[in-house]
């Protein structure tokens, strides 16, 4: 499962910006041993996130293809007559394979694919939680209503689906080649695809500390805030939110407090009811 999501993943991003990751060519299970996994792609050499192009020749920064792959369309499904969040096979982030089951509606997606998915593999791992859950429920059916709702994001325009890497932290980022030959650029890898609101990247990055200073302001020059850009914020607050639950469900310790504290910010400021 996590291998083909993988395959998927490479697949989607590559398609979409073709220096970003590498290519996959296959996966599958070994004869010889039915437990064991392979994954075939071009060959990704790091050099280390400091090195730079020898040629002196300048290359599109990691913000400039982020924001190429999250201003592209989502491709339209099979047996669909326009683009849905979700992905066509399982993936994983971490160890947790995640539901992408397709949806129209972005809110719909997080609330329940992501945020009520993830509560329920949290339980799985640590036991019922009745605070949690109710913090979780809350979340999902009155601050993820507000703040994605479709007839609110971008003057009720709603978002378009593009490809998100799904775990874009620093551990999956570096400077490589692509193949034998060529210069060395910005590479992402280890991916766990969706097609989501572009800034649902946002969120794993803010947990982790980002990619620098510059590197937002590079990135939103090209690929803008969605309206309302007041909401930014709270809505990469909660994008942050899905990580700490998986994690929680991964770990258990101190990513459940994480947890809560966003989740109670997020109700205070949205919860009217």
Known sequence: MKCLGEH????????AVSNLCPKSFGCGKFESSTSTYFLVTDFLNLSGRSSASSSGKKVPTLAEKLAQLHTQAAP???????????????TCCGDT??????????????????LRFILKRSERSNGKDPELAELVEATASRVVPRLLGDDHLNNGKGVIPVVVHGDLWSGN????????????????YDPSACYAHSEFDLGIMKMFGG??????KEYHSMCPKSEPQDEYADRVLLYELYHHLNHHALFGGGY?????????KLLRTYDTS
């Open 8 to 15: 998927a993943s490479l697949n989607a991003i590559h398609d």
């Open 211 to 216: 990619f620098g200073g510059s590197f937002l």
């Open 173 to 188: 980022a570096s400077k490589g080649v692509i193949g034998t030959t060529g210069l060395v650029r910005d590479v992402i």
């Open 76 to 90: 339209i499904p099979n047996g669909y007559t326009k683009a849905q969040f979700g992905f066509p096979v399982t």
């Open 97 to 114: 394979p995640q539901d992408n089951t397709y949806r129209e509606s972005w809110a719909d997606f997080y609330a329940n694919n992501r």
């Open 256 to 264: 459940r407090s994480g947890a809560i504290s966003i989740m109670r």
